[in-house]
């Protein structure tokens, strides 16, 4: 048996440099989470080959990069690009995929920007990606598909081939049907049948999961038992599989020798003083700009702070050719800018900014660094770097704050949570993560840390798999009566 993956964005894209194309890894959790899953298949795995992962590679094939720039990479998995015409990729990511299903499902209803052209480079796109399976996709291969850019393709693969194995799963939020539906009717009932078309559905929580029920009841008029649906006799489950993170990179990262020389040079460099660390993809929906608003607050509030606190604000650059993005980045260089302005001294910056991407290693730096961690997206599908977090801190101490509205706030209650759109107490939360007793640190973290190694990436695919067989099982013996 083979895993076939298929989402729109690869572990690794092609970006060009010098003149030259080289490979880069991928921003988001999705890349991230799913290739330490891919990277080590855990022993115990069904697959009994090299797992194959069908995406886009982030910029058009040309005939200089072709497929050997990704086979020349020797992983765990053998990677097919998919080649997708600029103009249409533009119609499909930038005009759908960023337009429309992003802000929509991020609770962002205004930002919302629908074109008929643009439905239809998403439903040629998810077409596109079905031509190029097609000569790769065996018979026994199970096929997951990921995200909101494939919402289509699950339905277009079971036609093509009824007796496949096929899962898809959401990692940004599904959202309340009252959004949903003000999609117009014949894309929302497409995106519910597309979704359909797998055997299994997941979702990051149990909320998400019940508003896509809701959604296909009342949209499809299909009934559920416990997320139980039949769908033209087939039957479909949609259930909740939070994602977990591969803890033992962290928190090996963390206590590397490398790491810990950085993280000391830079506790060194502030001397002493108490590190905030702020680290997203650059998007609206990482709440990046209320929380910076928070920390002037809370500067405001606390002159005893000033000198003794700085907040080391990463982003991370993302989808730059947006317009929403530009401004947004914008709009962060310019509060960065004021609030440094009012508060800097001599011998003292508030705000340490960076627009840029971090490695492994000094990512783990900066988590063993800090003292708090400000994770607080107005909304968030999962938010893996609450859980990068708490695994580099290895039941040590450093205090998360996190946003109620992040899925990981689920499964993270001990933590401090937050709403992120309410600016005081969030500045308030500073304060109290920063006094926080040293034994309640340690005492949340480690349990923290005990459940996020229980649920990582390999139980979250692992379980995710497991009830999938379950359901392909299941329609088989229903097929066969
Ligand atoms: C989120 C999404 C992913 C996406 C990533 C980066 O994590 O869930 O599907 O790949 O953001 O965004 P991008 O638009 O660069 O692929």
């Known amino acids: 048996m083979r895993l076939v993956i298929v989402s729109n964005r690869l572990p690794v894209r092609l970006v060009e440099k010098d003149g030259r194309i080289a490979v880069e890894p991928s921003a988001g959790g999705l890349a991230t989470g799913l290739e330490a899953y891919l990277s080590a298949l855990p022993a115990e795995s069904p697959f009994d080959e090299k797992p194959l992962w069908v995406g886009w590679p982030g910029r058009p094939l040309t005939d200089r990069t072709g497929l050997d720039i990704f086979q020349a990479q020797g992983r765990a998995f053998d990677i097919h690009p998919v080649h997708i015409p600029e103009d249409e990729m533009n119609a499909f990511y930038h005009g759908f995929c960023n337009a429309v299903l992003w802000p929509l499902f991020h609770y962002f209803p205004t930002y919302v920007s629908y074109k008929d052209s643009s439905w239809q480079a998403y439903e040629k796109v998810n077409t596109r990606f079905l031509t190029a399976l097609e000569p790769l996709v065996r018979e026994d291969d199970v096929i997951w598909v990921h995200d909101y850019q494939l919402m289509l393709l699950p339905r277009l693969l079971r036609q093509a081939h009824p007796l496949a194995a096929i899962g898809f799963f959401l990692h940004i939020p599904f959202p309340s049907h009252e ?55 087939r039957p479909v489950v949609a259930d909740t599989f939070p994602m977990g993170i591969d803890v033992a990179k962290y928190a090996d990262a963390a206590a590397s020798k490398p790491a810990r020389a950085l993280a000391d040079n830079l506790r060194r460099s502030l001397a002493g003083a108490d590190i905030i660390l702020s680290m997203d993809r650059l998007d609206y ?17 606390h002159p005893e702070r000033l000198e003794k606190v700085v907040l080391m604000l990463v982003v991370v650059p993302s989808r730059t050719e947006v317009k929403r993005y530009q401004e947004m980045k914008k709009r962060i260089d310019e509060l960065v800018g004021r609030i440094n302005g009012k508060y800097a001294t001599m011998a003292w910056t508030p705000i340490l900014y960076r627009f840029s991407c971090f490695p492994l290693g000094e990512l783990a730096a900066l988590y063993a660094a800090s003292d708090v961690a400000l994770v ?28 109620e509205t992040a899925g990981a706030a689920a499964e993270m209650g001990e933590t401090l949570m937050v709403n992120p759109r309410d600016i005081r107490e969030m500045a308030e939360a500073i304060e109290t993560a920063l006094t926080m007793d040293r034994d309640a640190q340690i005492r949340i973290n480690q349990t923290l840390f005990t459940r996020l190694t229980r649920f990582d990436v390999r139980h979250w695919a692992g379980d995710f798999l497991d009830s999938l067989f379950g359901v392909r099982d299941e329609r088989r013996r229903l097929e066969s009566r």
Do not use: W
């Open 376 to 403: 607080t997206p107005l909304r968030d599908g999962m938010n893996l770097i609450a859980k990068e977090y708490v695994a580099a801190k290895n039941g040590g101490t450093g205090v998360l704050i996190l946003s």
């Open 285 to 301: 929906s990482k709440g990046i700009l209320n929380r910076l608003a928070a920390f002037e607050l809370f500067l405001k509030r």
């Open 179 to 233: 959004l949903f539906r003000t999609l117009p009717r014949t894309c929302r009932q497409a995106l519910l049948h597309g979704v359909l078309g797998s055997d299994l559905v997941g979702f990051h929580t149990y909320d998400y999961t019940r508003h896509f029920i809701s959604s296909v009841s009342s949209i499809l008029g299909l009934s559920n038992t416990m997320g139980r649906l039949a769908v033209e006799d």
